[in-house]
């Protein structure tokens, strides 16, 4: 008897073809894991390359003596704060107090230069002829053509008087009625050649100077107290470039000696090969760069740093005696007070920074542990730098971080209501409406969405921060049109359709049963959705959130477009008001920088790094809203 | 008598179908030897066709059995009807018997074996493809495709190859005439089989499944969709069939076992409790449960 | 009762007041752009972004001119008086160049994550047996959802774009390339040395950007086919494979219709992992224009080009010129245009789902 149902499976290389079929099915699915792996792989490779080469980029930084300088350099910036609240409050006194004689300065600098410019000719033709009248004073001739040119002079300057601008040399306003005038009319005594003022400029001259003598003083004073300091360093920053471009062509000697001579080799032209060779010979290739020996001159240069700390405190304290108690001005005030706020702690990382001046070494060896936090929580990211690059991601961090939180703070509560309005409360008609129109949103792209932020978000939220009536609201009014929250209210629109969406199936998914027992107790609609349906999909909510949290995080285009783009810890000293700032992202960063990177670089890998970081947050939000929902899932 | 002559008769049945053009109904000739072959034998002590032994059979990988002990031989030719209350595995076994659990990853059959037509089909050697083709299956719930009727029909036919337009219109149309749809639908072959009533979807269903002429038919509880009068439609067709298949159905409707099947099994709790004539098994069963059933008491 | 209102008007103006934004946005951005399109007609979807030059001519008028139309200019008119020349980048011309090359990522982009998304999602619902491996894909599927975009950028860059190991066919390999073959019968070359900037890296790019969004959608599509049609199938004796090409695949192909569309989409908005994949901002003649070679080393070498893309123009006019009133027609037209394509492949895909879902009646 012959077999039955015997198989007919046909076979190659022994591999049936429905498993065959099958495998090539699988192969696909696996290739989701590969890729995975792979973006692992890929971001991984670049991103730990990054430690070892950052980490010997700041070896170099502290062996070179960059780091020594930078240390005094923190100190004069400190200081440079403090001067720009002090120029803030010196202006603003002048501007008070001595308002109206800074008017009549400012608008006469103004026609002078309006005249120079439009009268040149006749201020030259004059100036000549009073010269040739010097010679021969008593040539009628000359005489003639000398009050002709005066007279010339004179018609000109009544020209540019006519159509001198009023706005233009009194932007401020400053000027009390008449004085336009007056200023004006004396202009007649103002001589072009000699460059003398007329008496009523010298007046205000005068004046000015007797209202704001001491502040102006002081103000300078406080300026000129860290001048030895900065030149001190300004002279040790050009020794420590030497050091450093030195060490790092020591590094590729090597390797440019060889390309030379293989280079010469190759070469035709015997003038070029001669070039070449003696090129290369002039490459000194040394076993070790002698940093020790380089270096010694910031060890000279120690107690010099030393008296000059010791001198600029006591310049500063001098400084600040000099600063007159009571100012008129409640603006300057203002900013007096807050000088004198922030000093100690001025002073205090200015004592710090001196210490670790003095204590630096080129050979103290720079810790691992010091490189990698200087990634992680490094304050400054400045490429493309002839100095030294820092690579710190919390500027990048920062930002990303505060615009996904207001991106949130806008949607979380705009889609749950709406997913709790759609799925409960909504009747029929209005939800196969708002369900596709949601989908819309979700549809807009986002790079459409930044060029909405350019466009009209960003001059709207500004023209409505310097409404009057909304001067009380922190951060108003906003110095720039595209900041943070300009980005975190475009990220929140567009986070609404993730959030409503992942809500709407949490709602869906509890059972009707919740609803209708609580229905059936007598509760209203909205107690029911309040007290039995959302607690029921909290779970739910709460990973929708996190999901819109990871959605946001990792957007690309209305950040790069919109944020502000400068890279820099927003100013957390105005509270809630550092939303208004600009700022820069982790996502925003990798899109500008990416495509004018060398490939491989240092700054290329600390790239990979930031996009690693961005991998892993994304992961991590996945990985947790899918426990929560695994967890918390109602059977 | 061996089957491979039955199917070279088979085959030569189906040239003579290329030669005929209008083939005979089967009530008047029948044109299949083994319906001649059963029609010999049928009255003597029906020859076995599934030998089922010591069967046992889990849905999870053997933890806890489905289906146990159970051993029941299925003779050819005639209708078999499996009955029970729900959950005691009557419609397990009737897929084990096409291998349709194989589907299901975690099904397991945990000791004993079925053999069709002599051939133990969880061989390794045995393709559970070529079984199927062999022992057609109609389903609870109709589910033509949502073809064409004459699509639905000829199905099978060309899912095993068959391209040649002329056998499959002459195979689809003694599988409509067989299931006694033929007249119904003769002028729509070609609209949807979605527009036909219940219970002509399901004797479509039917049609399609006896269009690759198997051997056997399975028939999980095929009227428990359908109203009476489909439900009575089907039972006469499903009468006429025997004549030419075995038959094995799963029912619900004890009075659809006893108008239909020559003979009948009981299952309770995963057991074979009783098998043997209709007649008997309602008439004069030998088991307290099978009495019980039987008689309304519970199920 | 009140408090009852209260609370249903605060959910319903939650709802209303986002559907009111985004509308405004559509409003805006057609407001601005219809004009635009009007204005220069067909000639701005049928020509390439070129410079714009601006001028005052004798007579004080303002003057705009493409510039090569102003080369010709100058030409024709040695003498004529040019004054306040400025030139703005990008500002002239249409959109010809973007449109295409957008059109050209989409659609290698959708022919590579179609065939693997759906295999995945047939091995998924059909083949796959409850175990470690179905979980971990899952697992692979949800995460790769979850990862940023530009992300997906910098990888593709360095895989796509960088890895040496992907094959081209050319003429000229490249001094970088790793591994050369030379193709008998004729005089090119197979050449391991990576796609480079190219059509080929930002679709594949794409591809495995959307590749869990097909996946998901094509296997909601499967899952609509009842379990009945694939029983039926088999018990006549069809292999698991012919029943998925015979009893499945049928009366999933709407809902994978719907899921591609959807994965359009979703692709042709995004800006992020073209822009150092695929896109350049600028680039002076279309990619069959360039391409070289025939057959198979003309398709390479058209894969292998560089584009410029829609997205990443708009970025480009919009952030990274110096804005003034001339280059504003071309940034709110090419924002038009490219929402509204994106909408209509929106508006398509909702409206598709909507009735493949209603049409369910197996």
């Not at chain 1, 208004?580 to 960063?589: E, F, K, V």
């Not at chain 2, 319906?35 to 010591?54: H, N, P, V, W």
Request: charged share 20%.
């Amino acid at each position: 008897m012959a077999k039955q149902f015997e198989k007919r499976d046909r076979r190659f290389l022994g591999i049936g073809v429905q498993s065959a079929i099958k495998g090539f099915f699988g192969g696909n699915a696996l290739l989701s894991i590969a890729i995975l792996l792979l973006i692992c792989v890929f971001l991984g490779k670049e991103a730990f390359l990054f430690f070892p080469d950052h980490h010997k980029g700041l070896q170099l930084y502290r062996k070179s003596g960059q780091e020594y300088v930078d240390g005094m350099k923190r100190q004069v910036e400190d200081h440079a704060d403090l001067n720009s609240l002090m120029a803030q409050a010196y202006f603003a006194e002048k501007a008070d107090i001595a308002g109206r004689e800074w008017g009549v300065v400012d608008a006469f600098g103004y026609l002078v230069d309006l005249a120079e410019d439009e009268g040149e000719d006749e201020i030259d033709a004059w100036a000549d002829a009073r010269e040739e009248l010097e010679d021969a004073e008593e040539d009628a001739e000359v005489k003639r053509a000398e009050s002709e040119a005066r007279a010339a002079w004179g018609e000109k300057l009544g020209e540019i008087l006519a159509k001198a601008d009023r706005a233009e040399a009194d932007r401020f306003g400053r000027l009390e009625a008449g004085e336009w005038e007056r200023l004006k009319a004396s202009m007649a005594e103002w001589d072009p050649v000699e460059e003398e003022p007329p008496a009523f400029v010298v007046q205000a001259e005068k004046d000015l100077k007797a209202k704001m003598g001491t502040f102006e003083a002081a103000r300078n004073a406080f300026a000129a107290a860290v001048g030895p300091l900065n030149d001190l360093k300004e002279t040790l920053r050009g020794k420590a470039m030497v050091v450093k471009e030195e060490a790092e062509a020591d590094l590729t000697a090597v390797a440019r000696k060889k390309a030379l001579v293989e280079g010469a080799a190759a070469s035709t032209n015997s003038e070029d090969r001669q070039r070449r060779l003696d090129e290369a010979a002039a490459i000194v290739i040394r076993e070790k760069f002698p940093f020790a020996e380089r270096t010694e001159v910031f060890y000279e240069s120690k107690p010099e740093h030393a008296r000059l700390a010791a001198e600029y405190l006591v310049a500063l304290k001098a400084a600040m005696e000099l600063v007159p108690r009571a100012p008129g001005s409640k603006e300057a005030e203002a900013r007096l007070t807050q000088i004198r706020s922030e000093l100690p702690d001025v002073l205090q990382d200015f004592s710090r920074n001196s210490v670790m001046v003095q204590e630096w070494r080129h050979d103290k060896p720079y810790g691992w542990w010091r490189s990698i936090s200087a990634f992680f929580f490094g304050k400054d990211w400045v490429t493309n730098s002839s100095w030294h690059d820092f690579f710190g991601l919390l500027p990048l961090f920062t930002g990303s971080l505060l615009i996904s939180v207001i991106a949130l703070m806008v949607a979380v509560p705009f889609a749950v209501s709406a997913a709790i309005y759609v799925n409960q409360l909504a009747r029929r008609w209005e939800q196969t409406i708002i369900k596709p129109a949601i989908e819309f949103v979700q549809a807009i792209p986002s790079v459409v969405l930044g060029f909405f932020g350019i466009m009209v978000l960003g001059t709207f939220l500004r023209e409505l921060s310097q409404v009057e009536a909304l001067s009380w609201v922190p951060g108003f009014p906003m110095a720039e049109r595209l900041n943070i929250l300009n980005a975190g209210l475009l990220l929140g629109l567009m986070a609404v359709p993730t959030i409503f969406t992942l809500c709407e199936d949490a709602l869906n998914n509890v059972p009707r049963a919740f609803g209708e027992a609580s229905l059936a107790l007598g509760a209203s609609k909205l107690q029911t959705v309040w007290r039995v349906i959302a607690p029921a999909a909290a779970s739910g909510i709460l990973a929708a959130v996190l999901l819109g949290f990871g959605r946001v995080i990792g957007e690309t285009m209305v950040v790069l477009l919109v944020a502000g783009n400068k890279i820099a810890i927003p100013d957390f000293s105005e509270g809630i008001g550092v939303i208004t700032q600009p700022a820069h992202t982790m996502t925003g960063i990798i899109a500008q920088e990416t495509g004018e990177v060398d490939k491989g670089s240092l700054h290329w890998r600390a790239l990979f790094m930031v996009g690693l970081i961005l991998f892993v947050i994304s992961l991590f939000l996945n990985w947790t809203a899918q426990r929560i929902i695994h967890r918390f899932r109602i059977a | 008598m061996s089957f491979v002559p039955q199917l070279n008769e088979r085959s030569m049945n189906e040239i003579n179908f290329d030669a005929t053009p209008e083939p005979a109904l089967p009530a008047e000739i029948p044109v299949m030897s083994p319906a001649k072959s059963r029609g010999t034998e049928g009255k003597e002590a029906a020859k076995s066709l599934i030998e089922i032994e010591d069967l046992g059979f889990s849905y999870d990988l053997g933890q806890t059995e489905t289906l146990r002990n159970i051993t029941l031989s299925i003779p050819k030719g005639q209708v078999t009807s499996f009955i029970g209350p729900s959950g005691c595995g009557k419609s397990t076994l009737l897929r084990c018997l096409n291998r349709m659990n194989d589907l299901i990853d975690t099904a397991k059959v945990t000791r004993g074996k079925i053999k069709i037509m002599g051939q133990d089909i969880h061989a390794a050697d045995v393709d559970p493809i070529e079984l199927r083709k062999r022992v057609g299956m109609v389903f609870q719930k109709y589910n033509p495709f949502p073809k064409s009727i004459f699509e639905n029909a000829a199905y099978g036919m060309r899912i095993q190859g068959v391209k040649s337009q002329k056998v499959l219109a002459e195979a689809v149309e003694r599988a409509l005439k067989q299931s006694a749809l033929w007249d119904e639908v003769k002028d729509r072959l070609n609209s949807s089989a979605l527009g036909l009533s219940g219970g002509q979807q399901q004797r479509l269903c039917i049609a399609r499944a006896i269009a690759v002429q198997p051997e056997i038919i399975l028939m999980d509880e095929p009227c428990s969709a359908l109203d009476p009068i489909a439900t009575a439609r089907i039972e006469e067709l499903i009468t006429d069939l025997k004549e030419n298949y075995t038959i094995v159905i799963v029912t619900h409707n004890m009075q659809q076992a006893t108008r239909v099947s020559a003979r009948t099994a009981f299952f309770y709790l995963g057991e074979l409790i009783e098998v043997g004539p209709t007649t008997k098994i309602f008439g004069n069963p030998s088991k307290k449960q099978t009495e019980d059933y039987v008689s309304g008491r519970f199920g | 009762m009140w408090r009852d209102l209260t609370g249903y008007a605060i959910f319903a103006f939650c709802t209303y007041f986002v559907l009111l934004c985004a509308f405004y946005i559509f409003f805006d951005i057609t407001a601005k752009g219809l004009p635009v399109l009007m204005d220069k007609g067909t000639d701005f979807l049928t020509k390439s972004p070129e410079t714009l030059v601006v001028f005052k001519d004798e007579a004080d008028e303002i003057v705009q001119m493409p510039m090569s139309e102003y080369s010709v200019f100058r030409k024709d008119n040695p003498a004529a008086v040019i004054r306040d020349e400025h030139t703005h980048s990008y500002s002239a011309g249409g959109i010809m160049g973007p449109l295409v090359g957008t059109a050209l990522l989409v659609i290698v982009c959708m022919l590579v994550a179609l065939t693997t998304g759906v295999a995945t999602a047939i091995f998924l619902n059909e083949y796959a047996r409850k175990g470690r491996f179905l979980n971990l894909v899952r697992l692979a599927i949800m995460n790769l959802a979850g990862v940023p975009s530009i992300v997906f950028g910098l990888f593709g860059l360095g895989v796509f774009c960088l890895w040496p190991w992907l094959p081209v066919l050319t003429y000229e390999p490249s001094e970088s390339a790793v591994l050369v073959f030379a193709v008998p019968f004729t005089d090119g070359w197979l050449s391991f040395q990576g796609w480079g900037t190219s059509i080929l890296a930002g679709g594949f790019t794409l591809a495995i950007m959307v590749l869990p969004v097909i996946i998901t959608a094509c296997e909601e599509a499967l899952k609509a086919v009842p379990m009945g049609f694939r029983e039926a199938a088999m018990a006549l004796g069809a292999t698991k494979w012919q029943a998925i090409r015979t009893a499945v695949l049928p009366y999933a192909k709407p809902g994978i219709m719907t899921a591609s569309i959807l994965g359009v989409t979703r692709v042709a908005g995004e800006t992020a992992p073209i822009m150092f994949t695929a896109a350049l901002a600028h680039k002076g003649a279309l990619p069959w224009q360039e391409a070289k070679g025939s057959g198979l080393f003309w398709l390479s070498d058209f894969l292998t080009q560089s584009v410029q893309a829609l997205p990443y123009h708009i970025y480009t006019v919009s952030a990274r010129i110096p804005q003034s009133e001339y280059t504003e027609p071309m940034q709110s037209g090419s924002v038009f245009v490219f929402m509204l394509l994106v909408m209509i492949f929106a508006g398509l895909s909702i409206y598709l789902r909507g009735r493949y879902r209603k049409n369910l009646k197996w």
